[in-house]
């Protein structure tokens, strides 16, 4: 066992895991995860009732427990809560063009529904909360990316005042995560499969690439290694919209056109997984960057006068100057998801394996 798995595993022993938005791509992976470990009860906290009765169907363990709730209440927040040791915040709105619309509701979601989870966390008295984040959260200009970036300021604040020994409050933070809901790979393939046009966006358009296992390594890592404030980075490739669009035709051995249909309300040209700010004083753990929390008070003098003393980070980390994967380099990663290949005919299956 390595000793990245090694420390996961002690982190899980005995203890009862509680997943926010369990029933999400994220949630039920980590649920798969979670079942392989020692851990003692797993809670997944949800509001969706139909997707919580096929997860109790897939997966019959009864370790399992499954809660329905919204973060936005929280008194369900607090009837899960008791007794949890660990807790991975994974609930909010993350459609980009739903959020725009309507940006109230990712405020009471993904601000307030994270910081009532954050705060019953500490009245009962959690080891741990890992809070998931975005690349969007860095430079935001879009209500989703607004909304996750201040759940990390909370996270942070909450940080800041706690005591030694109280709940460890960190947060992580990713690209786009292939297959998951709503990304643009199920979409594409939705597409193929009709024999329609791709609609790509912008082809020059960047976007970083991460397996759903990587970012489920990334939270177990976090887990292991956070200490109160921290945000963890999960380094990532990334490839153009159409290098994306060009790997699941060649996979799918089609010949489909594009429709170019532009950037969508809230979009970017390219995504930052860290700023300038963040890199001055981001630790290099090789797979991951870790940022410490800026522990400064409301010392105003520091600020104005004094100053850090730190010099500009030559550069932010961000989807268009990562290691940039080409068109077969994508198509070797995405013939790895399930969800591509279950699409495939047996033949091309073969190919692809």
Known sequence: MSTRAAGSADALRGRTVLITG?????????TARLLDSDCEQIRVFS??????????RRLPDERLRFYLGDVRDRDSVDSVMRGVDLVFHAAALKQVPSCEFFPMQAVMTNVVGGNHVIESAVRFGAERVIC????????PVNAMGMTKGLL??????????????????????????????????PL???????LEPLTITLPGMTRFLLPLGSAIDLVMYALSHSVPGDLFVRKAPACTIQDLADALRLIFDTRVPDKVIGIRHGEKLY?????????VRAEDLGQYYRVP???????YGLYFSEGSGQPDAPEDYTSHNTRRLGRDEVAQLLSCLPEVRDQLPVTAQRVAG
């Open 47 to 56: 509001r969706d009732e139909w997707k919580q009765d096929a997860m109790r």
């Open 271 to 279: 995504e930052t997984l860290a700023t300038r700010e963040e890199m």
């Open 188 to 194: 594409f393939v939705d597409q193929l499969r009709r």
């Open 132 to 139: 998931l984040s975005t690349d969007k959260a860095a430079y």
């Open 22 to 30: 369990g029933t999400g791509s994220f949630g039920q992976a980590a």
């Open 293 to 299: 929390m800026d522990d400064r008070d409301l010392n």
């Open 152 to 185: 990390e300021k909370v996270a942070q604040a909450k940080a800041r005042i706690l005591e030694p020994g109280q709940t460890v409050v960190a947060t992580v933070r990713y690209g786009n995560v292939l297959g998951s809901r709503g990304s643009v790979v």
